[in-house]
């Protein structure tokens, strides 16, 4: 399980992995060389989550409710530290 628990506003439980689920999606189309893009934190039931204060923190980071957990072309995944690179089949 997480370990930084808890509920969602409709009472559902929710929470983060040990290490967060890092996200960081391109400013605009996809190119070789991106511009800086902000990384969140993707919670267990898909909720987009400023970054904590260190990766292992308890304390949650701020609910982003504007912004999408929605792969899209040039997305970046962090896995513990592993980097994944998201492409479509148009990219």
């Not at 893009?37 to 923190?57: D, M």
Request: hydrophobic share 35%; with cysteine.
């Amino acid at each position: 399980m997480s370990r930084a628990q808890m509920r969602t506003s409709d009472g559902l439980m929710d929470g983060l992995t040990t290490n967060g689920v890092l996200v960081m999606h391109p400013a605009g189309e996809y190119v070789s060389v991106p511009a800086p893009c902000l990384g969140r934190e993707i919670s267990v039931c898909g909720n987009v989550f400023a970054l904590r204060e260190t990766r292992s923190a308890q304390q949650r980071g701020k609910l982003v409710e504007n912004e999408s957990n929605t792969l899209q072309d040039g997305s970046l995944i962090d896995l513990c530290g592993a980097t994944l690179l998201w492409r479509t089949p148009a990219g």
